[in-house]
């Protein structure tokens, strides 16, 4: 009994000593403190900041009138009276218009032909020109939906001025003759912000993580003799102890990192959160999946620089594959069983569920469950690799021990044949 108690506190001691020496090698290396306490402290205060007005407001648009009619006017007007865009120029033909396009001086173009205000008094359909910069997705909405709008508008004035109705109800049965109200559900601003930045601040969670552990592992390899992950130390000689000593340091950092992302950046940005402290449990096997996850993965890095191409070229994909900018109905079935692999798909949904939809713990049982499953499943992935790596470390402690006993004969054998040409 007193034996395996010895060997309980020798663990906890060696532990300790792991979590102690990985906290101070964190201090130490500068890339590694950017991106465990830098870039998630800073980067979401910046994208939080560019995307705090939500919508964007008075798109320039170029307007090409070759009708120079009332009603093209009147639409010109009623075009440039809305908050989302305004009239910047006025140009002659479409080449000028184009140009003003590809300088990105404006972002959109209306064309009016000769003929538009003439085929509707001949009782005919006109055709408007909208040409949009899909390069941006936000001022494309502003300026189609605006021209959507106003054509409505105009529409309905004419179908009054042309129907003759005795009272002003018919007139409004005639152009509404079926009334509807859109309700913007878990984004009532409408904006940007509240639609992509919970999904990119669990995201932040998981990729800072894996260039963090990744720099790390880059580095002990590149300081061992050996390009061993595993240091040759009395201290290293257990499995447990080596992954739970670093995996709790990693933790401690994120878990102040995690409260600062979910529940303080949203509310400084009043951006819309319904999560609270009791909800936010979601958090904890997210950050331990992803401890692993990037403990696993960083018994492939051979230098520091390999994880970052490794790592940062996947952010976009993975938040396509959880479902944020993407439906996730939409996605292919191949691709949806990828997605399972990285923590972030099962984190970012149930995240964003309770954040925006006021979803509760047993709404997001799945994604919960998925989470603790990829805990146990790459906590001993992570033991598996690391008990290979201690195999590795063990025999050049073994090959270096011999290589020490070899050189000391050596050395005795020099100073006996020293002595007997002395003798």
């Not at 009708?67 to 140009?91: E, K």
């Not at 051979?302 to 993975?318: A, G, H, Q």
Request: glycine content about 4%; overall charge neutral.
């Amino acid at each position: 009994m007193s034996t395996f108690l010895k060997r309980i506190n020798e663990g906890l001691h060696d532990m300790c000593y792991i979590w102690a020496k990985e906290m101070k090698s964190i201090v130490q290396d500068e890339g590694v403190l950017l991106f465990f306490i830098v870039v998630p402290l800073v980067y979401p205060l910046l994208y939080s900041w560019i995307y705090n007005n939500e919508v964007v407001r008075e798109v320039p648009v170029a307007i090409v009138d070759m009708s120079n009619s009332q009603l093209s006017r009147q639409f010109i007007r009623q075009f440039d009276a809305s908050p989302d865009t305004r009239v910047a120029y006025r140009c002659n033909d479409m080449e000028d218009a184009k140009d003003l396009v590809e300088k990105q001086v404006c972002h959109g173009i209306l064309y009016f032909p000769p003929e538009f205000e003439n085929n509707i008094y001949r009782m005919e359909q006109a055709h408007l020109g909208v040409y949009c910069d899909m390069s941006l997705m936000l001022t494309y909405k502003a300026i189609y939906s605006t021209a959507m709008a106003v054509a409505q508008n105009i529409n309905a004035q004419l179908q009054i001025k042309m129907s003759n109705n005795p009272t002003d109800r018919e007139d409004q049965i005639l152009v509404q003759p079926l009334q509807a109200e859109g309700v913007q559900m878990f984004n009532p601003t409408g904006g940007y912000g509240n639609f992509i930045l919970p999904g990119v601040l669990i995201l932040i969670i998981q990729q800072t993580l894996l260039l963090g552990i990744g720099l790390s592992a880059g580095t002990a390899r590149e300081n061992n003799r050996y390009k061993d992950l595993v240091p040759i130390s009395r201290h290293y000689n257990g499995l447990f102890r080596i992954v739970l000593g670093k995996a709790l340091c990693y933790f401690m950092i994120y878990a102040v990192l995690a409260a600062y992302l979910c529940l303080v950046v949203p509310r400084m940005f009043h951006f819309t959160t319904l999560i609270d402290i009791k909800e936010a449990g979601i958090i904890v096997p997210y950050i331990l999946s992803c401890i692993f996850f990037g403990m696993f993965l960083s018994c492939m890095v051979r230098y520091r620089e390999n994880v970052i191409l490794l790592v940062v070229f996947t952010s976009l994909p993975l938040l396509f594959l959880a479902g944020m900018s993407w439906p996730q109905s939409a996605i292919p079935r191949f691709l949806q069983v990828i997605s399972w692999i990285f923590p972030s798909t099962f984190g970012v949904r149930a995240y964003v569920r309770m954040d925006l939809m006021d979803a509760t713990m047993s709404d997001v049982q799945l994604e919960y469950q998925a989470l603790w499953i990829q805990v146990l499943i790459y906590f001993f992935a992570t033991c598996i690799v690391y008990r290979y790596q201690l195999i590795h470390t063990r025999h050049h402690a073994l090959d270096r021990l011999n290589e020490m006993k070899k050189n000391v004969q050596e050395m005795r054998e020099r100073k006996n044949s020293e002595l007997r040409v002395k003798n």
